[in-house]
Nanobody, 115 residues
């Protein structure tokens, strides 16, 4: 089993930045790729950014050039660096890890962008 714990959420003003962290523990050798998703109130959970084959990153069109996903493999951590945040970025952000058989979710961390 893999456990994921997100942290770093909070309240930020429009135009501000925030860095989320996802710590993986347990059988981390099972992890193939990791990604960040978000879910705004009344909306579906959508992928924000992820690590795909060969270590390349893919990003949702809405966050390209604004968000990045650094990864610390040695520490089993995935980050989400979010810049130029706007109110529409308000959501619960979830870390996701894909294994060969199962997928794993964190509990989520709330990000609120408001003045």
């Amino acid at each position: 089993q893999v456990q994921l714990m997100e942290s770093g959420g909070g309240l930020v003003q429009p135009g501000g930045s925030l860095r989320l962290s996802c710590a993986a523990s347990g059988d981390t050798v099972l992890i193939i790729n990791m990604a960040w998703y978000r879910q705004a109130p009344g909306k579906e959970r959508d992928k924000v950014a992820g690590i795909i084959s060969g270590g390349r990153r893919d990003y949702a069109d809405s966050v390209k050039g604004l968000f990045t996903i650094p990864r610390d493999i040695a520490e089993d951590r995935l980050y989400l660096q979010m810049n130029s945040l706007e109110p529409e970025d308000t959501a619960v952000y979830y870390c996701y890890a894909r294994g060969r058989v199962y997928g794993y979710w964190g509990q989520g961390t709330q990000v609120t962008v408001s003045s």
